[in-house]
């Protein structure tokens, strides 16, 4: 509920009061942990009008939008728990909707300067790994923006004072909360090890999935085949050879043109 009111508070600064909001699951499908939280949320919020928070679950209105709104693009940027509840009310969905864009994925090199991480740093497929194999096995036409790509986009700091100096409240506002996440990211990954540039106001991992759909241009892509498995309770996204005849055959942002990217984002942010 929190971060679905943070959410509808986002789109009521940004005059999108007409927009629904809906909770999702607070719980992984088998997996009787709650995702992981970092303690900042909600803080340094704006007061402002807020979006309406239904009643209506998630799972439940991913499937009404599917059937109502012919070519529907879905963007997942969080656990799959909620595609995964909405598959199961709906086996259908991965042929009504147009595609599954999905922030997510650790398939050929993931790292944070010289330090190489395992693929449990993917936080959204890995979070809850039997809703991403039921997602992942489903059939949608899917487009994996993974972590080897966005842990090489972040917002810098010149950037974050053209978000300040916004016109608009929400961008204000989302400077704010950058600012409040910023040393808790540089805190979370170099105790990990990984080296982090001191201008790193935050990673732009779900803005770059974003991106992907509405603007790919930086993002260069490879039609993939990806098998997915769970080894010692962390999921991972394996590319094998296409002539196997194995896995998700996925559209999969390989590598990115950096500085084209987080241009992009921040631009489109900015733009009055």
């Known amino acids: 509920m929190a971060r679905a009111r943070i959410a509808a508070r986002l789109l009521g600064l940004a005059g999108r009061t007409d927009l629904d909001v809906c909770v999702g699951e607070r719980e992984p499908l088998l997996r009787k942990a709650r995702y992981p939280g970092w303690g900042h949320e909600g803080k340094g919020l704006p007061d402002g009008p807020d979006a309406r928070v239904t009643d209506e679950p998630a799972p439940e209105r991913i499937v009404r939008a599917a059937r109502e709104v012919p070519g529907l ?13 909405a598959l ?3 086996p259908e969905l991965p042929r009504r909707v147009s595609g599954l864009t999905i922030m997510g994925g650790h398939v ?11 693929p449990g740093i993917d936080y959204n497929l890995c979070s809850d790994p039997e809703a991403s194999c039921a997602v992942l096995g489903a059939g949608f036409r899917t487009t ?3 972590a080897d790509v966005t842990l090489q986009v972040w917002l810098r700091s010149p950037d974050l004072a053209r978000l300040r100096a916004s016109k608009r409240p929400v961008v204000r506002a989302i400077a ?3 600012a409040i ?3 808790v990211q540089q805190k979370l990954f170099t105790d ?3 080296e982090m540039d001191p201008d790193n106001q935050g990673f732009l991992h779900d803005p770059l999935a974003a991106l ?3 603007d790919p241009g930086p993002l260069h892509f490879e039609d993939l085949r990806i098998v997915t498995t769970v080894e010692g309770g962390t999921l991972r996204t394996i590319e094998v050879s296409p002539g196997a005849g194995l896995g998700l055959r996925a559209r999969v942002a390989t590598s990115v043109d950096v500085h084209a990217a987080e241009r992009a984002i921040v631009e489109r942010l900015t733009r009055e």
């Open 144 to 146: 994996l923006v993974t």
């Open 108 to 118: 050929r090199r993931v790292a944070i300067g010289r330090k190489v991480f395992p």
């Open 212 to 214: 992907a759909l509405i």
């Open 176 to 178: 704010e909360l950058a």
């Open 88 to 90: 199961a009310l709906d």
């Open 192 to 194: 990990m090890g990984g």
């Open 181 to 183: 996440w910023a040393p």
């Open 73 to 85: 693009e879905l963007l997942a940027v969080g656990p799959m728990t909620n595609v995964a509840r």
